[in-house]
């Protein structure tokens, strides 16, 4: 409900004091993240909130089908966009090669490459 009344506040307290799941979902299957950015004005500090905390939220499909970024206006898409790559590490979790280094995901404009950290 937080996230839906578009309260920073509440969503932190609930979040980091209170510790709840914010992998709860409704009876459509949204989580918070999709009353996020479902709001009328981008969220982006609660948005940010919500990935801090679970990361996944961000590919979790509602019974139609619908990640949580797929409800964005598309007048806030490219407000969407720049929050993304300005905090995508919230997203993209490093991972480790075979040697066991971590690597990196990278958006490059023919795709994604890993590299080396």
């Given amino acids: 409900m937080a996230c839906r009344r578009s309260n920073a506040d509440i969503v932190s307290f609930l979040l980091n004091e209170a510790k709840v799941s914010p992998c709860i ?11 996020a950015c479902w709001r009328g004005n981008p969220e982006y500090e609660i948005v940010e909130l919500l990935l801090s905390v679970e990361p996944r939220l ?13 409800y964005a206006r598309r007048e806030h898409w490219s407000g969407w966009r720049k929050f993304i790559d300005q905090k995508r590490e919230l997203i993209l979790l490093p991972r480790r090669n075979s040697d066991g280094a971590l690597r990196q995901r990278v958006v490059t404009s023919e795709g994604y490459e890993h590299n080396d950290i």
């Fill in 25 to 35: 979902r409704d009876d459509y299957g949204r989580t918070p993240l999709h009353d």
């Fill in 58 to 70: 961000a590919f979790v499909k509602d019974v139609r089908g619908h990640k949580p970024f797929q």
